[in-house]
């Protein structure tokens, strides 16, 4: 299969709606369920993983790394 240079997704989803076998082998392992995921889908699950304690561990990283540093 020839590796293209894709810049948009819609490039990417009129690629992979070409009946060649290559790209329906691609296809079926970038789909869940028959159905691309969307960015908002991969977006909020990104977002949920965070914890709650991030903004504070963040905060005292930059406290030692201060204290460290002194500049």
């Keep these: 299969m020839i590796v293209?240079?894709?810049?948009?997704v819609h490039?990417?989803?009129?690629?992979l709606d070409q009946?060649?076998?290559?790209?329906?082998t691609v296809r079926?392992?970038?789909?869940?369920d028959g159905h691309f995921p969307s960015r908002r889908t991969w977006w909020e699950r990104r977002m949920s993983a965070i914890p709650d304690?991030?903004?504070a561990q963040i905060g005292c990283l930059g406290r030692?790394?201060?204290e460290l540093i002194q500049p």
């Design 4 to 8: 293209r240079h894709l810049h948009k």
């Design 11 to 15: 490039k990417l989803l009129a690629v």
């Design 19 to 24: 009946p060649a076998a290559e790209v329906s």
């Design 28 to 32: 079926t392992v970038l789909t869940l």
């Design 53 to 55: 304690s991030l903004p």
């Design 64 to 66: 030692l790394l201060i």
